[in-house]
């Protein structure tokens, strides 16, 4: 009798501590996907999303290729930044360490732009 | 693809001669080839022939305009036709996007539909001399898919492949590879003509250079180029033009058009018989305007969406039975002594 009710002492607080990082990790994400603030970029659909990130000098910017179709990341000038091709699920980073507006689009398919707006 | 929807009315002859019709081989009516001739305005133009021929159009059959008599064919015909005039003296086959490489749920097997495409040119009635492939021949550029297109495309029946690269064939290298392959007979970014039985050529690159938020580009070095090319060919050369982006707007929200090819197309005004052979979008669309013939293959390999039938131009996934109904090859033929050249379309199941 004694051992079970220390049992049920122990779990409880460990079941509410899940419970409240379960709540930060989701809102964490929430902020990233829609205010456009965090560094990631997901292509898919022809798209990169969010088309517009906001970022402060010096951080990294992320993309990764959920598309059935490949794709590349290349600033418009063509020089500043370059991916190789990247298939689904490749992979492909940036550190922009000067504040400034970078356009970009995929050399493959010229129609996808968006942009990288550094602070 | 119902055909009754991007059919024909008979209404003007303006809207007629503009018309866009999709050939189709399941609405394939017509099994008898017609002549029509009246010249009531004795000005070599069958208006009233025209208006019936393109009302068939409708039912999949490919009109030809031959000098003001036009004549009509089905792909079932095809077979029945008099040796005489299905031969021709030139036959060839458009295929396109083989995108060798490709491994996802719209066709898990790129090889197989390749093969196939190839076992259905090599059935086709006439024996094509050549293949035309207009482009994304491998899916990443990489070696051993280009290889493997190669080696698939060896056992077709035609002597000859001729070649001009899709957005696919030049990642990462900007063409290297494709050049050193494909075009060491070609102008630097691998444009190039060639003459067959007294037609002209010429393969265009359209996928290099790319621009942001642009379409297909052809660039100044070579419309120059082009121009001066054509310059020395008389106006009753029957000439062919492939290019693996479309060299008319199909879909600009989509990338489905060439930037300056409004220039090049006006190097061609002059000729009789021009025909234009893209690829790019994955499915056949037919366009004629006044002596252009605009003609896309389908893929051998996935199909892609309808303009705007979709979220994206990608690759779409249809049934595994039905795949193979919108994939396909294109068998071409130039019979000496008429002006246009007739383009029939052939799924491959």
Avoid at chain 2, 219 to 227: D, F, K, R, T, V
Wanted: proline share 5%.
């Amino acid at each position: 009798m004694k051992g079970k009710k220390k049992v049920i002492v122990w779990i409880a607080p460990i079941l509410a501590f899940s419970g409240l990082y379960a709540q930060a990790g989701k809102s964490a994400n929430a902020g990233r996907k829609e205010s456009g603030s965090g560094s990631e970029v997901k292509i898919d659909n022809f798209t990169f999303a969010p088309g517009t990130v906001t970022v402060s000098a010096g951080t990294t910017v992320h993309w990764v290729n959920r598309d059935d179709i490949p794709h590349t990341v290349v600033s418009d000038d063509k020089t500043t930044f370059k991916s190789k091709p990247l298939d689904t699920d490749q992979e492909f980073s940036y550190t922009f360490s000067k504040p400034g507006t970078y356009s970009y689009f995929c050399s493959i398919h010229p129609k996808m732009t968006a942009k990288v707006v550094v602070q | 693809m119902n055909t009754s929807e991007g059919g024909v009315s008979p209404v003007t002859l303006s809207q007629a001669r503009a018309a866009y019709f999709w050939t189709n081989e399941e609405n394939m009516g017509q099994r008898h080839k017609d002549e029509i001739l009246y010249d009531h305005n004795h000005d070599g133009i069958d208006r009233r022939g025209f208006l019936k021929c393109m009302a068939w159009a409708g039912t999949g059959a490919f009109c030809v305009m031959q000098g003001g008599v036009l004549k009509s064919y089905s792909l079932s015909r095809l077979a029945d036709l008099d040796p005489s005039e299905a031969k021709g003296e030139l036959s060839f086959a458009q295929i396109s996007d083989s995108h060798m490489g490709f491994n996802k749920a719209a066709n898990p097997d790129v090889v197989a539909t390749l093969k196939a495409a190839i076992e259905k040119i090599n059935a086709l009635p006439t024996a094509p001399e050549f293949l035309l492939h207009t482009g994304d021949i491998s899916h990443l550029s990489k070696p051993e898919e280009f290889d493997t297109a190669d080696q698939i495309l060896k056992s077709s029946i035609a002597k000859d492949v001729f070649f001009v690269p899709g957005e696919h064939d030049v990642l990462g290298d900007d063409g290297k590879q494709y050049l050193e392959r494909y075009g060491k007979h070609a102008k630097s970014a691998g444009w190039y003509s060639f003459d067959k039985k007294g037609v002209h050529f010429a393969g265009l690159v359209n996928v290099m250079n790319l621009k942001a938020g642009g379409l297909g580009s052809l660039g100044n070095e070579q419309l120059e180029w082009l121009e001066e090319d054509l310059k020395k060919l008389s106006a009753s050369t029957p000439v062919v033009v492939f290019a693996h982006i479309p060299l008319w707007s199909v879909y600009p929200e989509w990338g489905w058009g060439t930037e300056d090819s409004a220039q090049a197309l006006s190097y061609l005004k002059r000729f009789g018989s021009v025909t234009v052979l893209n690829g790019h979008i994955h499915q056949t669309m037919q366009k004629i305007e006044g002596n252009v013939t605009f003609h896309t293959a389908a893929s051998t390999a996935f199909p892609q969406p309808q303009p705007g039938q979709a979220e994206s131009p990608g690759p779409m996934k249809v049934p595994a039975e039905e795949l193979r109904g919108f994939l396909g090859i294109t068998e071409v033929n130039f019979v000496r002594g008429k002006q246009a050249l007739a383009i029939v379309d052939a799924k491959l199941g």
